[in-house]
């Protein structure tokens, strides 16, 4: 079997590292979740095999998880354990009917804000309330009066079950700053193992782990509720959907890790299949984790055979060495799950929050988590998310200013819909007739309802002697390439206030309105301090835009330019900007870039160079240029206008020019210079670049592997 001979050495391995990461999490969760301590073991054993066997996730592992904690510990408070395992039960069946209905993808509509802050308010609850048992307490029954009991418990400490709990939390957190050699041993298994050594040998009084005698014997079978059918519904529904959801982007997020692909209908069917055996044998609700699925990722697991055996290994230690868990300190539990319960508040969570605008959403849902009820808090998470995505469907942005008397600029930006003529309206009312008024409208929708009311202002402000010219940037009229892309012709014309003025003033405008407040950050780091990759050096012509040929900013190229991308010999203004860019700047890479139907070429063809004026005495350092053409240079070979080709000659002979120049020289010598040749051919916008094994050029495209670069440089440099 090709199992047998590739992947079983992996799997075994990763499964190993996964075991060792299972046992305490397992441990730590059932305690968290009110459970007995076997269900988490139970969780682990069943959701590892049967998930996996018939999920649809090849590296995802699943087990109890730290983000039903709070959820199941309201259901034992509520109901009692075996009525929480006939929820499990029934949770299962529904997920296995979603499954196999298909609408696996529907649960990943769920705004990511408000599942961060649904796994971030259950990380608090659970610090809240394990802060308790790590300072040798008991926690309350709630995460408000936990948090309001914290001091008192400070003031109460236990001191060994301090020492221990804040041992495990001070180990992991300081975990993930050791080489890499020393964590690929699990951080949670050398944390508990330490912990309870020490324990151990220094004979500390503490509440440690308590298991019945007989493992098999203390499976608690599920049992029917005696009444509160509502509340039992809807506790299995939310058990479903919760745990669906966890699961589905624990499988997504694996996928991005390991480079598998799952499938989400087939996934929601092996964890309904799960939860359905978990909750008949007395274990907690299993849901996919992504702790124990990335460590799989990261031990080389190859399929889902490693998630299976890591369950193998779980049920023997529980068969087998039953004993070895009732030595597990309580306080040090408690310090795994602190430890846990910090690591789903994530900042980068809250960035991602606040920078996409649903900032409100998770932090309601956080709050909702902590001081309500799971259930309340997402819903109240989910009512946010759906307002703030109505307001950006109504939402619009009118401004209106003055930019000069008598004239003014009216900006309209956003979704303008029937929802937003009031604020238009009011906006527009500012405008004082026979006014000139510039509309730049920048709607991404545009409904028949707000057309008609501004071409009715339109109408009404031009009959009372005013101007108005509207200005639609991204609407259908726009040309397809950006405006810093394309030249002034394609744009300026649906600017009427501005056609008759000068390009190059409109451009400026253009610019102060919408790139400088972009690109003003940029500037801000290059003010001082320029680093520029490369010189550049081409010719004159306006058709060549070194920064969009290279797709390149402010601050990368050291650009230099003449008719006819030229290097003249003993020119001070060429070897001066050349000594500032190797000498100064540094820069790793000089390029020379010709183009086609260059007029410095052409007039180099005609003879040109014999006249005694300034372009003739410029165009005689293009002379070797023509001679080498005319030789049969191989650069020169090919299809094409002979302007062309003389072109790509000249590319490679000012190349070898740059390259002899002293410094140059030197600096390749050294290895920290490379000189390169292009040629950009305008007509079909493409770049070939100097072979420096035919001496010709090859096109520098998508599907194309590039030349070597630097080979004009060396070999001149000899």
Not at 69 to 98: E, M, P, Y
Not at 318 to 339: C, D, H, N, Q, S
Not at 368 to 376: A, H, S, Y
Not at 669 to 692: C, W
């Amino acid at each position: 079997m090709r199992w047998l001979r590739q992947d079983l050495r992996h799997d075994l391995a990763a499964s190993l590292v996964v075991f060792l990461v299972a046992v305490p999490l397992s441990l730590g969760i059932a305690v968290a979740s009110g459970a007995p301590i076997v269900a988490g073991l139970v969780a682990a054993v069943v959701g590892g095999i049967l998930a996996a066997a018939f999920g649809g996730s090849p590296l995802l592992v699943s087990g109890p998880a730290a983000g039903l904690t709070v959820v199941v510990a309201g259901f034992v408070d509520q109901f009692g354990w075996a009525v929480t395992c006939a929820i499990t039960v029934a949770a299962g069946l529904v997920q296995l009917v979603l499954g196999l209905s298909r609408v696996a993808r529907a649960a990943l509509a769920i705004s990511p804000a408000v599942v961060h802050g649904m796994l971030a308010g259950i990380g608090v609850v659970i610090v809240l309330g394990q802060l308790h048992v790590l300072l040798g307490g008991q926690p309350g029954t709630s995460a408000l009066t936990n948090l309001l009991e914290l001091p008192g418990q400070l003031i109460d400490i236990h001191g060994p079950a301090a020492l221990i709990g804040l041992l495990v939390l001070g180990v992991l957190l300081l975990w993930g700053f050791l080489p890499t050699a020393v964590r690929k041993v699990p951080g949670p298994l050398v944390a508990v193992v330490g912990a309870t050594v020490l324990a151990e040998t220094a004979g500390l009084q503490l509440v440690r782990v308590d298991l019945p005698e007989s493992v098999l014997a203390s499976l608690h079978l599920p049992k029917l509720p005696g009444g509160q059918w509502g509340a039992v519904v809807l506790a299995v529904l939310t058990l479903a959907v919760i745990a669906s959801v966890e699961s589905l982007l624990s499988a997504v997020a694996v996928d991005k890790l390991g480079g598998t692909r799952s499938n989400l209908d087939r996934e929601l069917v092996g964890q309904g299949v799960a939860n359905t055996a978990s909750g008949l044998l007395g274990g907690l609700p299993v849901t996919g984790v992504i702790v124990r699925a990335s460590t799989n990722v990261a031990a080389g697991a190859r399929t889902r055979a490693s998630a299976i055996l890591h369950s193998v290994w779980v049920l023997l230690f529980t068969l087998l060495l039953a004993g070895t868990i009732e030595r597990v300190p309580m306080a040090a539990l408690a310090g795994l799950l602190v430890f846990i319960g910090l690591q789903l508040v994530r900042l980068r969570d809250v960035r991602a929050a606040w920078r996409h605008g649903e900032a409100a959403a998770y932090l309601a849902t956080v709050a909702g988590v902590v001081f309500l009820d799971l259930l309340r808090g997402v819903l109240i998470g989910l009512a946010i998310s759906v307002v703030l995505v109505l307001r950006r469907v109504v939402w619009v942005r009118v401004r209106a200013t003055e930019t000069a008397p008598g004239h003014w600029r009216v900006t309209v930006a956003g979704t303008l819909s029937f929802l937003s003529l009031p604020r238009l309206s009011r906006v527009l009312a500012q405008v004082p007739d026979e006014s000139t008024v510039d509309i730049e409208l920048r709607a991404d929708y545009l409904d028949h309802a707000a057309y008609e009311h501004l071409s009715s202002w339109q109408y009404q402000h031009e009959d009372r002697g005013g101007a108005v010219t509207v200005e639609e940037v991204g609407g259908g009229r726009r040309p397809v390439l950006p405006r810093w892309f394309a030249p002034w012709s394609d744009w300026q014309a649906e600017v009427p206030s501005q056609r008759a003025a000068s390009p190059l003033v409109t451009g400026v405008a253009e610019y102060h309105r919408h790139s400088a407040p972009l690109l003003r950050p940029v500037f801000e780091q290059l003010a001082l301090l320029q680093r520029p990759h490369g010189l550049f050096l081409t010719c004159a012509d306006s058709r060549i835009v070194p920064n969009m040929i290279t797709s390149s900013g402010p601050g990368d190229l050291f650009t230099v330019r003449n008719v006819g991308n030229l290097v003249p010999a003993g020119d001070d203004g060429i070897e001066a900007s050349v000594h500032v860019a190797v000498e100064v700047l540094r820069v790793p890479t000089l390029m020379v870039c010709g183009h086609s139907a260059c007029a410095g070429m052409t007039s180099l063809l005609s003879g040109r160079a014999e006249q005694d004026d300034s372009l003739g005495r410029w165009l005689r350092a293009g002379l070797p240029s023509l001679h080498a053409f005319r030789a049969g240079h191989p650069a020169g070979r090919g299809d094409g206008a002979e302007v062309d080709r003389l072109a790509r000659v000249n590319v490679a002979v000012q190349a070898e020019a740059l390259a002899r120049l002293p410094m140059v020289r030197t600096a390749i010598t050294e290895g920290r210079l490379q000189v390169i040749g292009l040629f950009f051919d305008i007509g079909r916008a493409q770049l070939s670049i100097v072979d420096p094994e035919t001496g010709g050029f090859v096109p520098l495209a998508p599907d194309a592997a590039a030349p070597p670069v630097g080979a004009a440089g060396r070999q001149t440099a000899d």
